[in-house]
């Protein structure tokens, strides 16, 4: 088992940063790759970035690729996702996700493990 707590959201205005982070405990975190995903009200979970367990290889959305920087220190059993440059519509709330098999990134049913989600809100 691994359990995820995200941290670091709040509320920020557009053009701002925020940095959330994914503490993670039980299980070799070096061994599980990362998925950060969000759910604005009334839409579904999407995906937003990702980082395999050596953290050399990343994948990101269209929508935040050029803002939003996926990375892991796997000393300290932790992910983090800096968004910079935040417009309105980031608004929801953050997930992060672990798999210890991960084949396509982007995808939900990727992911054994989940953190509660923390709110992100933008305002113009």
């Known amino acids: 088992q691994v359990q995820l707590v995200e941290s670091g959201g709040g509320l920020v205005q557009a053009g701002g940063s925020l940095r959330l982070s994914c503490a993670a405990s039980?299980?070799?975190?070096?061994?599980?790759?990362v998925g950060w995903f969000r759910q604005a009200p009334g839409k579904g979970r999407e995906f937003v970035a990702a980082i395999r367990w050596s953290g050399r290889n990343t994948y990101y959305a269209d929508s935040v690729k050029g803002r939003f920087t996926v990375s892991r220190d796997n000393a300290k059993n932790t992910s983090y996702l800096q968004m910079n440059s935040l417009k309105p519509e980031d608004t929801a709330v953050y997930y992060c996700?672990?798999?210890?098999?991960?084949?396509?990134?982007?995808?939900?049913?990727?992911?054994?493990?989940w953190g509660q989600g923390t709110q992100v809100t933008v305002s113009s």
């Open positions: 996700a672990a798999t210890a098999h991960l084949d396509v990134p982007s995808v939900r049913s990727e992911y054994n493990y």
């Open positions: 039980g299980r070799t975190f070096s061994g599980y790759a």
